[in-house]
């Protein structure tokens, strides 16, 4: 048995209880977890924003610690290695979009970290907890040498905002726009930054223009004053959207150049709507992405240790989660709430 913190139902305070972690299987990893991060789709979850949650409900899916015990036929881990989780467990490695290193695509079904059934019938339970068991394939390595808590959000803000830089080819002379500079914000700013790009914060206001430019942002946007969004029309080649409710798509169309793309990787419980003339015009395209593969993950991890990226963090107790879920909400946090399972139990 292990300590978690556990939702009853949707909305409902968090309540610290003892989950059952299964016993190894053969290719299983014992994980002792050292930090959980909060992503606002645990708070969707939680919440059930977006219906078909599973209660009662331990989430979290991104997840650091270390290696307790492996299964009889694992050879990519041992004890002691410190490791991550992402937002998925386990997947068929069979289909193609798992062959292609894909498998958050998995035509199987990808099996979510928490608040989902497994290949076995099984109920899985997230990161909020003492100790969690993964297959052996969804555990990667992290660099030695970082700090634990602050990359604790690199599992699920990391990939989800390097996956779509790397996809369109990010280099120098890439103009590169960042709508919303939170928890997945300021990560793509860092990252983008670190790959040469030219960067610009899309901010409703300047509050937080230092800490934009401090990321390596080369220019920060308050996109509430009159003008600004006129003024920046072709400006860029690519745009993260990464802000967790809708905005209004065509204001921010007109701010890509000929060809270039607006990726969304907010996910808002209400439906996103384009109007048809700001795609035809100027060949303009939205697309979607959602983290990536066990490979692009332990790439995004390299990369980001090798160029000092972390996410920028507020470490907090088990018992200050219900407190830090408003918080999140409000955009009260700089940038990510990670909660230290030190103190849970």
Not at 18 to 42: K, N, T
Not at 222 to 231: E, M, N, Q, R
Not at 248 to 264: E, K, P, T, Y
Request: aromatic share 6%.
């Amino acid at each position: 048995m292990t300590a978690a913190l556990s939702t009853p139902d949707a909305g409902a305070a968090f309540e610290q209880v003892q989950l059952d972690r299964r016993e190894l299987r053969a290719d299983d990893v014992r994980i002792d977890i050292r930090f959980a991060g909060i992503c606002h789709s645990d708070i969707h979850q939680a919440r059930d924003e977006w219906g078909q949650g599973i209660f009662p409900m331990t989430p979290g899916h991104e997840i650091v610690g270390t290696v307790s015990e492996v299964g009889s036929e694992v050879t990519d881990h041992q004890v002691g290695d410190v490791v991550g989780v992402g937002c998925f467990v386990d997947s068929c490695l069979e289909c193609d979009a798992c062959k292609d290193g894909e498998e958050q695509f998995c035509e199987k079904g990808v099996v979510q970290t928490y608040s989902a059934k497994d290949y076995h019938g099984e109920i899985t339970y997230g990161g909020y907890s003492n100790e969690v068991v993964v297959r052996d394939h969804f555990v990667v390595k992290v660099p030695q040498g970082v700090d634990l808590a602050a990359t604790t959000p690199l599992l699920c803000a990391g990939i989800t905002t390097y996956a779509p830089l790397k996809r369109h080819g990010v280099t120098e002379d890439t103009r590169v726009g960042v709508i919303g500079l939170g928890g997945l914000g300021h990560v793509a700013v860092k990252i983008a930054a670190a790959m040469g790009a030219e960067v610009s914060v899309l901010s409703r206001t300047d509050a937080k223009k230092e800490d934009g430019l401090s990321f390596g942002a080369a220019h920060y946007y308050a996109t509430a004053d009159d003008g600004v969004l006129d003024d920046l029309q072709g400006s860029f080649d690519l745009i993260l959207n990464t802000v967790g409710s809708a905005v209004d798509l065509d204001s921010f169309l007109g701010l890509l150049d000929r060809g270039g793309a607006m990726v969304n990787l907010g996910a808002p419980s209400e439906s996103l709507e384009v109007g048809a003339f700001s795609l035809l015009s100027m060949r303009r395209k939205v697309e979607g992405s959602m983290v990536g593969g066990l490979a692009e993950t332990q790439e995004m991890l390299d990369f980001c240790a090798e160029h000092d990226i972390t996410a920028t963090v507020e470490v907090i107790d088990a018992n200050e989660v219900d407190a830090y879920y408003d918080k999140v909400v409000d955009g009260d946090v700089r940038y990510r709430a990670v909660i230290d399972v030190s103190t849970l139990g």
